[in-house]
């Protein structure tokens, strides 16, 4: 569980930082990328008394503001 609050803190704390930020489709390609690589190996490595439903009704929240994050980090981009 320490995994999961971990991967929650720092996907958050980067979430509300790319609101900053005006990136690329590649740039916001590559973030979803490791976002979803490392939300696969969180669930890898999940304990065993712990649900999958569990974990992931927390990450999906995560996963939609990221989402969101990306597009208007992407719709900021000057053509």
Known sequence: MQDLREFLMYWEREVDMLKEKQLDS???????????????LLLCR???GVAEDDIASRLQPLAGKLDASLAMALCSMRV
Do not use: K, V
């Not at 390609?29 to 490392?38: G, M, P, Q, V």
């Open 26 to 40: 590649e740039e916001c390609s590559e973030i979803a990328d490791l976002f979803h690589r490392d939300r696969d």
């Open 46 to 48: 999940r304990p065993l």
